[in-house]
């Protein structure tokens, strides 16, 4: 127990210092009135004095009394006992008690502080008035004005004291908080990064791999038979090739695709089709309509995207002989259709994701049209072809209902 806690700031300790001055300028006053006034016994008032101030000296100087509240009670005890002594050899003693409030006040329970108050008040008042020979009111009215006071102050400062504490812990809480938060985004971020990755793979690299795969396969089905045949798959294999390195490299680099680089969407997707339609064993067409606007990176990248897992997806599995991709501009919206005479499929019923032949195509699709606002809708039926349609909204606010799909 510190008879000067929570003395931690630089107000606390000025504090301290002004009880410890007020309590050696009182005794002092007492020592040196009883000199100067020729009062009786100014021998034994000095030597109470000093033992007072001894006594008080010792409490901050010992550790025990610092720390143990049993030591402390006792150091209290003691002064008290000295301050009784010199109280009943003079009356200037009795300013003495005002000090005496705070210690008691601020190293004793709440309980026992108040009646340790009262009890010093109450010695006080006796004293003084058995020196002046006779009680009035008057007489009670400093001591218990200074307890009052006391009490308020000390009371008043524990309860901001607490309240201090109280605010330190939610601070520390809202700190701890948001440290909690900010490492939960950081790992949905980890997550959501991951995710467009995986997205950014499937529909870049792995889907100009499994090209590259088809093409070679042609040619070795062509060999020995029409090498002719061969020597342009594998020329068409080298330049899927050397196209799926570009994108690589833009990839690594997180720019944006090497197909809108110095090209607009329109253009871009009018070379996806003819790319299409040289590699592979359909025709691929493109159609623009509407007037174009600029579109943010953002929104161009997903939509090629979009069309280049729609077209890799025809190839592989569609079995179709002709595609459609529309770019279509209207009423503040942008849209992309990619429409097939494949064999079609039930949108409600696809077969789970085969993680060796990849799978992440329409999931990636909605995923990316999703983050944009957008929306992205699928027809098709078995032996009647297949519809994808991935439209984005250019407005703030567009209409709840989509107009018809290009």
């Not at 008690?97 to 190293?107: C, G, R, S, W």
């Not at 006080?124 to 006779?134: L, R, V, Y």
């Not at 792995?206 to 090498?227: C, V």
């Not at 072809?385 to 018809?404: H, N, R, S």
Request: hydrophobic share 50%; net charge neutral; with cysteine.
């Amino acid at each position: 127990m510190n008879i000067t806690a929570p003395a931690l700031t630089p107000t606390t300790r000025a504090l301290a210092w002004c009880l410890h001055l007020l309590v050696v300028g009182l005794l002092a006053l007492a020592a040196v009135r009883a000199v100067t006034d020729h009062r009786p016994h100014p021998g034994l008032i000095t030597a109470a004095a000093t033992a007072c101030a001894v006594i008080y000296a010792a409490g901050p100087a010992l550790p025990r009394v610092r720390r143990s509240r049993r030591a402390a009670v006792l150091w209290l005890v003691a002064m008290g006992a000295c301050w009784l002594v010199l109280l009943t050899l003079s009356a200037d003693a009795v300013w003495v008690a005002f000090p005496l409030y705070f210690l008691q006040l601020h190293l004793l329970p709440r309980r026992a502080g108040l009646a340790a108050v009262v009890a010093t008040g109450t010695a006080a008042i006796a004293g003084f008035s058995a020196h002046q020979g006779s009680f009035s009111p008057a007489m009670a009215i400093g001591p218990a004005l200074g307890a009052a006071v006391a009490v308020a102050v000390v009371w008043g400062y524990q309860a901001l004291y607490r309240e201090s504490e109280q605010r330190r812990r939610l601070i520390e809480e809202l700190t701890a908080t948001r440290a909690d938060l900010a490492a939960a985004q950081h790992a949905a971020g980890v997550l959501a990064e991951r995710e467009r990755l995986a997205r950014e793979i499937h529909d870049t690299l792995a889907q100009g791999l499994s090209s590259i795969q088809l093409l070679l396969r042609a040619a070795e089905r062509a060999l020995p038979h029409t090498p002719e045949n061969a020597t342009r798959y594998v020329d068409q294999a080298r330049q899927a090739a050397v196209d799926n390195l570009a994108e690589a490299r833009r990839f690594v680099a997180a720019l944006a695709p090497p197909s809108l680089e110095n090209a607009t969407l329109a253009g871009a997707l009018e070379r996806l089709c003819a790319t299409t339609s040289t590699h592979h064993r359909i025709t691929a067409g493109f159609h623009l309509t509407g007037d174009p606007v600029a579109l943010p990176n953002a929104y161009e990248v997903t939509l090629l995207r979009i069309a280049q897992s729609a077209l890799a997806n025809i190839v592989r599995h569609a079995h179709a002989h002709a595609a459609e991709v529309t770019l279509s501009y209207f009423g503040g919206r942008v849209a992309v259709g990619i429409v097939d005479d494949g064999r079609g499929f039930v949108p409600d019923h696809l077969p789970a994701r085969d993680p060796e032949a990849g799978g992440f195509g329409l999931g990636a699709m909605r995923a990316r049209i999703d983050a944009l606002g957008g929306t992205l809708t699928i027809e098709s039926a078995p032996g009647h072809g297949t519809e994808l349609v991935a439209q984005l909204f250019l407005d703030p606010t567009p209409d709840p209902e989509p107009e018809a799909r290009p």
